[in-house]
């Protein structure tokens, strides 16, 4: 009789573990859920933010292009004087 009660004690363990385990797993995946989330809308501002980086990169150097152009035509002109 003692070994039964000893079982029983044992499966009702097994039973409380089980159920901590299995909220704690549905907390995770939430949590998880949650963290993916994040992921992508990091990822989305990672990409624009680099689409903006890389549009101000050709600004500048459309820029700088012209600034020199520019002052070859003033040092051009000041050469022919």
Not at 54 to 78: C, F, P, S, W, Y
């Amino acid at each position: 009789m003692e070994a039964l009660a000893i079982l029983e004690k044992k499966i009702a363990d097994l039973v409380e573990r089980v159920n901590k385990l299995r909220a704690e797993n549905g907390a995770l995946i939430e949590e998880n859920s949650a963290l993916q989330k994040k992921v992508e809308h990091l990822e989305t501002l990672s990409l624009a933010n680099t689409q903006n980086d890389e549009h101000e990169r050709e600004l500048t150097k459309v820029m700088v292009d012209n600034l020199i152009r520019d002052i070859d035509a003033v040092v051009g002109q000041e050469h022919e004087q």
